[in-house]
């Protein structure tokens, strides 16, 4: 079930990521005739990007909430969250700050809100029931 709910979330993820990446540019791309097609095909290449890219430290983030039985859907959304702007900023050892304007960008919006649909959607498939087979609940 957790495999199954990580995938949509991947997907959902992804839908908000492209849209919301689209959507400042919208009249451009409904002008050259975008099809629809085109869209679900850059969400399902996305899915997959982002499934591959989030995997293990969105097993880690799993691994945990199961053994604590984390249920509540604002944990998830916000662990959602933090883990795609921690992935967006990924590690960076020099500290170096000298384009602020870069770390506050609709990109990274955009990825914190995808990563809070992820969260989202995991939590409504396989969260909400988080620990229950330790029988403690």
């Known amino acids: 079930m957790m495999m ?3 995938g949509l ?7 908000v990521f492209t849209l919301g990446t689209l959507t400042p540019h919208w009249d451009d791309v409904t002008a050259i005739g975008f099809p629809p097609l085109a ?3 850059i969400v399902a ?3 997959a990007i982002i499934g ?3 995997f293990l430290p969105t097993l880690a983030i ?3 909430a199961e053994a ?3 249920r509540s859907v604002l944990v998830y959304a916000a662990l959602g969250g933090a883990l795609a ?5 990924g590690i960076d050892l020099t500290g170096d700050m000298s384009e602020p304007q870069t770390y506050f960008s609709h990109e990274r919006e955009v990825l914190a809100a995808s990563g809070i649909a992820g969260g989202l959607v995991y939590w409504l498939v396989a969260g909400r029931r988080a620990g229950a087979w330790t029988n403690r609940a």
Do not use: D, E, K, M
């Open 52 to 54: 591959g890219v989030a």
């Open 45 to 47: 290449i996305g899915a």
């Open 62 to 64: 799993v691994a945990i």
């Open 85 to 89: 702007l921690a992935l967006s900023y």
């Open 68 to 70: 604590l039985a984390l």
């Open 39 to 41: 869209v679900w095909a």
């Open 4 to 6: 199954f709910a990580y």
């Open 9 to 15: 979330a991947s997907v959902a993820a992804s839908a």
